[in-house]
């Protein structure tokens, strides 16, 4: 190979989306899956893998990549939801169909995963996605900032709210519940 035809790998694009998605698949896929369920999350990572070679130029190249292609997951999901939706709403119309479950699939047998979910499915989008970023993701603070575009300060606050909430509607839904109790991951 000559000196002029040698490629710099550090600013190849290719290189970088190669080692992006080496790097970053699995993560983004199981979020998807958790999110959307198997049948739509390879789409929804094929979205997101596409977002991020557009905008590569855009993409931070520190340690907060993962958390920018979890906010473009986030994006791709919410998208996908809300085409769901309008499909489901059209549907309904015609009425053909009703909505389905809208939970993402996981151990159903055991009751307080049960619990859990309609306690988690009865809380607003926001503290879901909360909840989920920090307990299912494992995201720290910084990274929930970036993937819902807050401050820090606000994920706490939030974060902390929503953990509450939950905890009072697994109480209701579960008697043997304490509040004491951890919530299951």
Not at 100 to 113: F, K, M
Not at 138 to 148: K, N, P, Q, Y
Request: proline residues 4%.
């Amino acid at each position: 190979m000559s000196k002029g035809t040698a490629v710099d790998t550090s600013t190849d694009p290719a290189f970088r989306f190669d080692q992006l998605f080496d790097d970053h698949y699995r993560a983004i896929y199981r979020y998807c899956v958790r999110r959307v369920g198997i049948t739509d999350a390879e789409d929804a990572t094929a979205d997101v893998f596409a977002v991020a070679w557009r905008r590569m130029d855009e993409m931070p190249e520190d340690a907060s990549t993962r958390a920018w292609l979890y906010g473009v997951a986030y994006r791709v999901i919410g998208n996908q939801y809300r085409s769901r939706l309008r499909n489901l709403r059209l549907v309904a119309r015609l009425g053909s169909m009703t909505a389905g479950d809208p939970r993402p699939p996981g151990p159903e047998s055991d009751q307080q995963i049960e619990t859990l979910y309609q306690a988690l499915n009865s809380l607003s989008q926001d503290d879901r996605e909360l909840i989920r970023l920090s307990s299912w993701e494992g995201l720290t603070r910084g990274e929930i900032a970036t993937v819902l575009g807050i401050k820090e300060n606000a994920v706490d606050q939030r974060l902390y709210r929503a953990r509450g909430r939950l905890k009072s509607r697994m109480a209701r839904l579960d008697p043997t519940f304490t509040d004491s109790e951890e919530i299951p991951k």
